[in-house]
């Protein structure tokens, strides 16, 4: 029952989303058009629900090449890659937003899991994999708030370490471990909290809201 009524508000928010914020997304998609290299949508092959791969959507805020490009699959703070209007729609996370037609489409929700590309899906344990395709990745979840400044925790990591090992070492198992913590808890008010809680820290980047939400989280064990 939980996850037809789930479907249910997937497909009327992903509506929602698409009619009250119309009037805003095609300026945005006329600015890309004419910006950076003219594309405006992005497609990246993700892993979804008992690993089947679908393509998601994204609005395009990096160079065409940037997966054969620097850091490939991890994106740091002030990415060459990005371009000038992807800085902003990223850190607004409007980037995200086109996500909705996967909604609409069946390969994702509004909250769960990040849906993940190959290689960062493979920096989880064998045990993570295999619970977590269980569930159908969402647009946002417990992780994606968490994570929201990832590209800071790669400028604050020690000096010399490799993006791609402070990935493998630190960060994949606090995200595969946040992800278990929402595999246990979902329910409606989990899910209605995450929504809320995704909005509050766009607006409020700094908020602590998650640690007085949402108790029980799982905390970073740093190897440094």
């Known amino acids: 029952m939980y996850n037809i009524i789930k479907r249910f508000f997937d497909i009327l928010l992903a509506l929602i989303v698409l009619i009250v914020l119309s009037p805003f997304l095609i300026p945005i998609i006329i600015g890309l058009r004419l910006t950076g290299e003219g594309y405006v949508f992005y497609y990246q092959k993700r892993i979804g629900q008992n690993k089947e791969y679908f393509n998601m959507w994204k609005f395009a805020t990096m160079l065409k090449?940037?997966?054969?490009?620097?850091?490939?699959?991890?994106?740091?703070?002030?990415?060459?890659?990005?371009?000038?209007?992807?800085?902003?729609?990223?850190?607004?996370?409007?980037?995200?937003?086109?996500?909705?037609?996967?909604?609409?489409?069946?390969?994702?929700?509004i909250v769960g899991p990040r849906p993940l590309v190959d290689k960062?899906?493979?920096?989880?344990?064998?045990?993570?994999?295999?619970?977590?395709?269980?569930?159908?990745?969402?647009?946002?979840?417990?992780?994606s708030i968490v994570f929201r400044d990832e590209e800071k925790l790669f400028e604050n990591r020690p000096n010399g370490k490799d993006a791609h090992e402070f990935y493998?070492?630190?960060?994949?198992?606090?995200?595969?471990?946040?992800?278990?913590?929402?595999?246990?808890?979902?329910?409606?008010?989990?899910?209605?909290?995450?929504?809320?809680?995704?909005?509050?820290?766009?607006?409020?980047?700094?908020?602590?809201?998650?640690?007085?939400?949402?108790?029980?989280?799982?905390?970073?064990?740093?190897?440094t």
């Open 168 to 223: 493998q070492e630190e960060i994949a198992p606090y995200k595969g471990a946040l992800e278990m913590w929402y595999l246990e808890n979902q329910s409606f008010m989990t899910d209605l909290k995450i929504i809320l809680s995704t909005a509050w820290v766009i607006l409020n980047s700094s908020s602590d809201i998650v640690q007085k939400w949402f108790k029980g989280l799982p905390e970073m064990k740093s190897k």
């Open 65 to 109: 090449d940037s997966p054969n490009i620097g850091t490939g699959s991890i994106t740091l703070r002030n990415d060459p890659r990005v371009t000038p209007m992807g800085g902003f729609l990223r850190k607004t996370k409007i980037n995200e937003l086109p996500q909705v037609i996967n909604v609409l489409k069946g390969d994702i929700s």
């Open 120 to 143: 960062t899906f493979n920096a989880y344990s064998d045990s993570v994999q295999n619970k977590i395709v269980r569930l159908k990745p969402g647009i946002t979840g417990i992780g």
